[in-house]
C-alpha cells in the first residue's frame, strides 16, 4: 500500500486516513474533527499562490494549512476496494 | 442536582442547547425562545452567553444557547465554557436536560459531541435538524432505529420551519421526568484507555478537584483537556497529569486519541445500521458552487466584488442613517437647550449625557450595516471561503484570514471593526486584530487631515505635475497606519501577545440561503449589546471628558467682560450688536476653554509635545479630541477665535486650519508631524470602550493607549525633528 499525505494527493481521488501524525493538540483536535484511521477523505482544492486546502473528510469539508496536511497520512481507495 | 421535574412548577426547566457550530443551533434558540433572550458575556472570558424562556406546554424552560463547539475538551474559550457550563462551573445551575442539536447531513463529527456530553453525566437527547438538507444530499436516516441504538429521545426537526418543536417539546419534558430516559451507555474502552481512566482517576482525586470526577467520561475530559486550562482550575493539576501519561512518540498511540477513535468506531457502528446513502452521482451543490467561488481567477474576482460593496455600504451606505442621527439628536439638544433653565446641570445634561449617547448612536448604522454584512455572509456560507481565499495573503502580515473583514471595516470605522472580530475563533488572534485595528486610517481622521492639508499644503505645487501635495500625504497616512499595523501585529506576537497563530481548521459549510429571522435577530442583538453595554461607558467616558473642558468656568476677566458687555449696548445697529455680542462669547469660551482642566493639562503637556512641533494650544485639541478625532477640529475652532460649529464640513475644517497656520501653530512641518499623530494615536472613546466591552477588562483598552501613544508621539517625534534638520519648517 503506497502512502501519501494529504497535501500532495490529486483533488478528488478517494482516500482514506491512514495516520495523523500531528502530536499535541492539533493532533487531538484533527482526530475529534473525523480524521480517524479508515474515514474517507479527498483534497478539493487548493488556494492559489501557496494557500490553504479545501478537503473533505466524512461529511465534512474544511480547509487546512498546507503544512498541517502534510502530516496526515492517507491510502488510495481503488476501484476494487470499494465494494467494501 | 437536576431532580427538579414538572412537579416544582416554580422553577423552569433549565434547558441547555449544545452542538456543532453550523448546525442550526441559534435557529433553533431563536424558533423556542423568540424575542426574549438576554445577550451577555461569560465571567472573564471573551463569549457570549446568551439565555432566553421557552414556553412549553408543561412547565416553561430557561434555555441557554451554549458555545457551538465540535468538541467537549478545552482547546478553545468556547469549548471550555461549553463544559463549564455542563458541569455547573458557570453561575449558571447545571443544566437538567442537554439538548444536543445534530447536522442530520454530518452525523459523525456532531454525534461526538453527544457521546462526550453523555459521558460527563448530563442526561441527553437530540435534536436531529435540517433533515430536509440530509434527505437532498441523498442521506436517509431511520430516526427510530437511531433512537433505539443511542438510548436516548431522537427529534427529527426542521429548526428553520419550526418543524419538531412540539415533538421537543414532548421529549424534553420526559427525559426532565425521567433522566433515565436520556442516558446514553457508557463507550466500552479498550484496555489501554481503561488503564489510562484509572491512572488518571487517581491523580485527580488526590489532588482534591471538586467536585470529583464521578465518570470515566469526566476523567477522560480532565486528561485530554489542555494542561493550561486544567491548571487554571487546580494548580499543577494539568502538568501532573500530563507527567503521569505523558504523550507517546507515535501520536496515535495517545491513550487521548484512541478514546476518540473507539467513540467514532462506535458511532460509524451504529450509523451503519440506521443511515443508508442513496446513490447520487452528481457532487454536491455546494462543491458546485465552490468550483466558481473558489475558482483561482474568476473566485478572487467575485471576492474583491463582495468586500468592495460591503466596504462601500459601511463606509458610504451607512452615512445618510448617520446624517439622520446627528441631526435628530442635534435638534433634541437644541431644544433641551432652549427649554431648560441655563444652569450647570443643563450643561452636563446636553453637553455630557446627550452628548454621550448621540456618539453612541451614531455609530449604530456602520454597526448594522456591517454586521447586515457579516451576518449574511457568515449564514450564506461564504465568510469561510473568503477566509480560505485570504489566508496565505494575510499569513504574510502575521494575521489569520478571518482578520480580513474586520480590518478591511476598520477603514470606516474601528468600532463595527472591533465587534466583528468576534467572529475570529482564537482568542489571541483576535486580540492582535483588535489592538492593530485602530491604526486603519478611519474616517474620523478626514476632517483632521482636510485641517491640515488645506492650510498648509493646497497651495503648494503639484508633484510630477499632476498629484496635488495634499492628496499625497493623505495617502501616505493611510500607508503608514497600514504599515505600523503589520510592524506592531509582528512585535505584539513576540511580546504582549505571545501565542496564537492558531492553525487554520475551519469548517467550510455548506452554502445556504440566510434566514432573514437570524438576519434581524443577530442585528438587534448587536445593537442592544453596543447602546446597553458600549454605550453606558461612552456616555460615563464622554462626561469625564465633558468636565475637564468645562471646571473651573473660569472666562473672561469680569471687568474686562463688564466693559465690553457696555460697550456692546452703545452700538446702534441691531446687526452690529448681535455681532458684537457673539464676539464678546466666542472670547469668552476662547479663555474658558483656556482655562479649563483640559487647558491646563494642554499648557502642562507642552513640554511633552512641543519636540513634536504642537504648543499648548494644540495641546488642549489633543485632550479634548478623545471625545472622537473630529472633534480636533471645532475644538481648534474654539481655541484660535473661529468659534465651535457642530458640522464639521470641509470648509469649516479648511478655515479652522488657516487660522491656526495664522497664529503660527500649523507649518507645513508641523502640519504632517499633526498628521502623523492622528493617523496612529489612540483618541477615540468610543473604541476604548468596545475594545472593553470586547474583552471583558480595561487592561487592553489601556494598554492600546499606551502603546498606540507612544508610538504616535515617537513618530510625530522623528518626523519634526528630522525635518526641522533637514530645514524644513
Known amino acids: 500500500m503506497v502512502s501519501h499525505t494529504l497535501d500532495s ?32 477523505v479527498q483534497l478539493l482544492r487548493r488556494a492559489p499562490f501557496g494557500g490553504p486546502l479545501q478537503v473533505q473528510v466524512r461529511d ?25 | 442536582m437536576s431532580s427538579a421535574g414538572p412537579d416544582s412548577p416554580r422553577r423552569p426547566l433549565e434547558v441547555a442547547l449544545a452542538g456543532n457550530p453550523n448546525t442550526g443551533k441559534t435557529t433553533l434558540f431563536n424558533a423556542l425562545t423568540g424575542a426574549r433572550a438576554h445577550v451577555g458575556n461569560y465571567p472573564g472570558i471573551t463569549v457570549e452567553r446568551r439565555v432566553g424562556t421557552h414556553h412549553a406546554p408543561e412547565q416553561a424552560w430557561r434555555v441557554t444557547d451554549l458555545p457551538g463547539c465540535y468538541s467537549l475538551s478545552a482547546h478553545s474559550p468556547e469549548e471550555e465554557i461549553a463544559h463549564h457550563a455542563l458541569t455547573g462551573r458557570t453561575n449558571d445551575p447545571i443544566p437538567d436536560v442537554v439538548v444536543v442539536v445534530v447536522d442530520a447531513a454530518n452525523l459523525a ?3 461526538l459531541l453527544l457521546l462526550q456530553i453523555a459521558e460527563i453525566g448530563r442526561p441527553v437527547l437530540v435534536a436531529l435538524n435540517m433533515m430536509d438538507a440530509a434527505h437532498k444530499e441523498g442521506i436517509d436516516i431511520d430516526v427510530a432505529a437511531l433512537q433505539r441504538e443511542l438510548q436516548c429521545p431522537v427529534v427529527a426537526m426542521v429548526a428553520a420551519r419550526g418543524e419538531g418543536i412540539d415533538a421537543l417539546d414532548v421529549a424534553v419534558a420526559a427525559v426532565a421526568a425521567n433522566p433515565q430516559l436520556g442516558r446514553v451507555a457508557e463507550t466500552p474502552w479498550p484496555e489501554s484507555v481503561a488503564q489510562t481512566i484509572a491512572q488518571a482517576r487517581a491523580i485527580l ?5 471538586q467536585p470529583p470526577p464521578v465518570s470515566d467520561g469526566d476523567v477522560l475530559w480532565w486528561l485530554a483537556t489542555d494542561p493550561e486550562i486544567a491548571d487554571a482550575e487546580m494548580p499543577g493539576l494539568g502538568r501532573a497529569l500530563l507527567e503521569a501519561i505523558p504523550r507517546p512518540v507515535d501520536p496515535a498511540l495517545d491513550p487521548r486519541r484512541v478514546a476518540t477513535v473507539t467513540r467514532f468506531a462506535r458511532i460509524d457502528a451504529i450509523l451503519g445500521r440506521c443511515v443508508r446513502r442513496r446513490d447520487v452521482t452528481t457532487s454536491g451543490r455546494s462543491e458546485r458552487v465552490d468550483r466558481v467561488l473558489l475558482h483561482p481567477a474568476l473566485g478572487a474576482g467575485l471576492f474583491i466584488l463582495a468586500m468592495a460593496g460591503l466596504f462601500q455600504a459601511v463606509f458610504a451606505g451607512a452615512q445618510p442613517a448617520v446624517d439622520v442621527v446627528e441631526s435628530v439628536m442635534g435638534s433634541i439638544s437644541d431644544l433641551l437647550r432652549t427649554w431648560l433653565p441655563d444652569n ?9 449625557v446627550l452628548a454621550g449617547i448621540s456618539g453612541t448612536l451614531v455609530f449604530l448604522p456602520q454597526i448594522l450595516m456591517l454586521f447586515l454584512g457579516i451576518s449574511l455572509l457568515e449564514d450564506s456560507g461564504y465568510l469561510a471561503r473568503t477566509a480560505y481565499l485570504v489566508d496565505q495573503l494575510m499569513a504574510r502580515i502575521g494575521l489569520p484570514g478571518k482578520a480580513f473583514v474586520p480590518l478591511l471595516s476598520a477603514y470606516a470605522c474601528a468600532v463595527p471593526a472591533i465587534m466583528a472580530t468576534r467572529t475570529m475563533p482564537d482568542r489571541r488572534d483576535r486580540l492582535l486584530t483588535i489592538m492593530v485595528a485602530p491604526l486603519m486610517s478611519c474616517s474620523a481622521r478626514l476632517p483632521v487631515y482636510t485641517l491640515v492639508t488645506a492650510a498648509v499644503f493646497a497651495h503648494q505645487a503639484r508633484v510630477l505635475g499632476i498629484f496635488s501635495l495634499g492628496g499625497l500625504v493623505v495617502t501616505a497616512m493611510y500607508a503608514l497606519g497600514f504599515l505600523l499595523a503589520i510592524v506592531s501585529a509582528f512585535v505584539l506576537r513576540r511580546t504582549a501577545i505571545q501565542g496564537g497563530g492558531a492553525p487554520l481548521l475551519l469548517e467550510m459549510p455548506p452554502y445556504r440561503w440566510p434566514r432573514w429571522r437570524n438576519v ?27 468636565a475637564l473642558m468645562t471646571f473651573p468656568r473660569e472666562g473672561l476677566d469680569p471687568q474686562i467682560k463688564a466693559t465690553r458687555t457696555a460697550q456692546v449696548q452703545v452700538l446702534t445697529g441691531e446687526a452690529e450688536r448681535a455681532q458684537a455680542l457673539q464676539s464678546l462669547e466666542r472670547d469668552d469660551a476662547q479663555v474658558r476653554l483656556q482655562n479649563s482642566i483640559a487647558g491646563r493639562i494642554g499648557r502642562t503637556i507642552e513640554p511633552l509635545i512641543a519636540p513634536l512641533g504642537f504648543d499648548w494650544r494644540i495641546g488642549i485639541g489633543l ?5 472622537a478625532r473630529e472633534v480636533l477640529v471645532p475644538i481648534m475652532g474654539q481655541v484660535f477665535g473661529r ?16 487660522s491656526m497656520a495664522h497664529a503660527g501653530a500649523l507649518t507645513p512641518l508641523k502640519g504632517l508631524s499633526l498628521m502623523v499623530f492622528f493617523a496612529i494615536a489612540m483618541q477615540c472613546l468610543s473604541t476604548l470602550a468596545t475594545i472593553r466591552r470586547e474583552t471583558n477588562s480595561w487592561r487592553w483598552p489601556i494598554f492600546a493607549v499606551v502603546y498606540l501613544n507612544s508610538l504616535a508621539w515617537l513618530a510625530s517625534f522623528a518626523v519634526f525633528q528630522i525635518g526641522t534638520r533637514l530645514g524644513f519648517s
Not at chain 1, 482516500?15 to 480517524?36: N, Q, Y
Not at chain 1, 465534512?60 to 496536511?69: G, P, Q, Y
Not at chain 2, 482525586?205 to 478537584?209: A, F, I, P
Not at chain 2, 468659534?643 to 488657516?658: E, F, L, M, P, T
Request: proline share 4%; hydrophobic share 50%; no cysteine.
Open chain 2, 344 to 352: 450647570l446641570l443643563r450643561d452636563v445634561l446636553i453637553d455630557g
Open chain 2, 109 to 111: 463529527r456532531n454525534l
Open chain 2, 205 to 209: 482525586v488526590q489532588s482534591g478537584l
Open chain 1, 60 to 84: 465534512f469539508v474544511l480547509s487546512l494549512r498546507r503544512a498541517d496536511a502534510q502530516a496526515i497520512y492517507t491510502a488510495r481507495v481503488l476501484p476494487t476496494d470499494q465494494a467494501a
Open chain 1, 9 to 40: 494527493i490529486q483533488p478528488g481521488e478517494p482516500h482514506r486516513v491512514t495516520w495523523v501524525a500531528l502530536a499535541g493538540v492539533l493532533g487531538d483536535r484533527l482526530v475529534e474533527l473525523g480524521f480517524t484511521p479508515g474515514a474517507p
Open chain 2, 623 to 627: 485632550v479634548g479630541s478623545f471625545a
Open chain 2, 520 to 546: 434581524v435577530r443577530s442585528l438587534l442583538d448587536r445593537a442592544w449589546v453596543f447602546v446597553a453595554q458600549t454605550g453606558t461607558v461612552i456616555v460615563a467616558l464622554t462626561v469625564i471628558l465633558w
Open chain 2, 643 to 658: 468659534g465651535s460649529q457642530a458640522d464639521i464640513d470641509d470648509r469649516y475644517a479648511a478655515d479652522v486650519g488657516k
